[in-house]
C-alpha cells in the first residue's frame, strides 16, 4: 500500500524516470511512484507536466493543489480504475430513498457521537449530555436536523462561537484537515467506479463532490480532535486573525498516520477512509444500512 504523502512547498521541476518521481530543486530526489499515496503542489512555480499527471493516476496518486493560502484548492484523482466500476456505479444509482435515509441517520449518529467524544476529553460534560441525547434521538434522513442542533452546542463549546469565524488559525487548520482527509475518500470512491457526484444526501449540481461530503461528516470530529491536541498549544496567545503557518501544515499532512476506530480495532485514518467506502458500497450492494460502518475516535 502506498503510505508517503509527499509536500512541495518551494520551486521546484519534476519530471519521471523508471516509474519514480524527479523532484529537482537545489537539490535532486527520485521516489517510487508506487510509494506516494498523495503529493500536494503548494508553490506557484512547480513545473510539471499533463505526462506526469498521467502517471501518478497510473499509480492511483492523487493530487492537491494549494492556492495563495496554502489550503488545497484542486484535486486531481485516479478515475474508475475497479472492475467492478460500471457494477459499482450501477448500484449506486439504484439506491433506494429508504436506504439513502438510513445511511445517512447511521452516518450522522456517529458524527455526533465523535463530537460528544471530543467534548468529552476537553471536559465541557453539560454539552456532552446535549449530543448524547441528540444522538440517540436521530431519525431516518435526520428529519429533525439533529446535525445542526449538535453543530450550535458542539462548536459554542469548543469555541464560544458557532459561527467557527474565531479563532481565524483554528477555522483554517480544520480545513486543512478536512481537506486531506476529503482528499482520500475521493481517492477511495473512484478507485472503485462510484460517482462522487450521486450523494446520499449532499445533491448540488454545482458539486463534483457530493458523495466525498457525506462519508467525511464521522471524520470530521476526528479531525477536529487532532487539531485540538496537535495544533492548538501553539497558538494559545495569537490573535483571532493569525494564519497557520509552515510547521502547521506539515503537522497536519500527517493526520492520515493517526488511528481511529473500527471494527474495534485501530486502524490510521488513512485506511479508515477506504474501509468506510468499501462498507458504503457493500451497503448498498446488499440493500442493508446496518453494513455501513463508519470511525470513532481513538481514545
Not at 58 to 66: A, D, G, P, Q, R
Not at 187 to 216: C, F, K, P, W
Request: charged share 25%; with cysteine.
Amino acid at each position: 500500500m502506498a503510505w508517503r504523502i509527499i509536500t512541495i512547498e518551494n520551486p521546484a521541476k519534476l519530471s519521471l524516470k523508471d516509474n519514480k518521481l524527479v523532484i529537482k530543486q537545489d537539490a535532486e530526489v527520485a521516489l517510487p511512484l508506487e510509494d506516494i499515496d498523495s503529493l500536494i503542489i503548494d508553490h506557484r512555480e512547480i513545473i510539471m507536466t499533463a505526462n506526469i499527471l498521467a502517471a501518478l493516476t497510473n499509480f492511483k496518486v492523487s493530487t492537491l493543489i494549494c492556492d495563495e493560502k496554502h489550503l488545497p484548492a484542486t484535486i486531481i484523482l485516479p478515475h474508475a480504475q475497479s472492475s467492478r466500476g460500471a457494477k459499482n456505479a450501477r448500484q449506486q444509482l439504484g439506491m433506494g430513498e429508504a436506504l439513502r435515509k438510513q445511511l445517512w441517520r447511521k452516518n450522522i449518529i456517529q458524527k455526533i457521537k465523535n463530537q460528544a467524544t471530543v467534548l468529552k476529553q476537553n471536559h465541557f460534560n453539560d454539552a456532552v449530555l446535549k449530543l448524547e441525547h441528540l444522538a440517540s434521538t436521530v431519525r431516518s434522513g435526520d428529519v429533525s436536523n439533529n446535525e445542526s442542533q449538535a453543530a450550535r452546542i458542539y462548536f459554542n463549546a469548543l469555541l464560544g462561537d458557532a459561527t467557527r469565524r474565531q479563532p481565524m488559525w483554528y477555522n483554517s487548520a480544520l480545513n486543512y484537515g478536512y481537506a486531506i482527509v476529503r482528499s482520500s475518500l475521493a481517492q477511495a470512491i473512484a478507485a472503485r467506479g462510484l460517482i462522487t457526484e450521486i450523494g446520499i444526501n449532499h445533491h448540488s449540481e454545482l458539486n463534483q463532490y457530493n458523495l466525498v461530503d457525506d462519508l467525511i461528516e464521522s471524520f470530521r470530529p476526528l479531525v477536529d480532535d487532532y487539531v485540538l491536541t496537535k495544533i492548538a498549544s501553539q497558538h494559545i496567545d495569537d490573535e483571532y486573525d493569525a494564519s497557520l503557518n509552515k510547521q502547521d501544515r506539515h503537522l497536519l499532512i500527517d493526520i492520515m498516520n493517526q488511528y481511529g476506530i473500527m471494527f474495534d480495532n485501530k486502524y490510521t485514518i488513512k485506511h479508515l477512509t477506504d474501509l468506510v467506502v468499501e462498507s458504503f458500497l457493500n451497503a448498498i450492494n446488499q440493500d442493508d444500512a446496518e453494513l455501513f460502518e463508519l470511525p470513532s475516535i481513538n481514545i
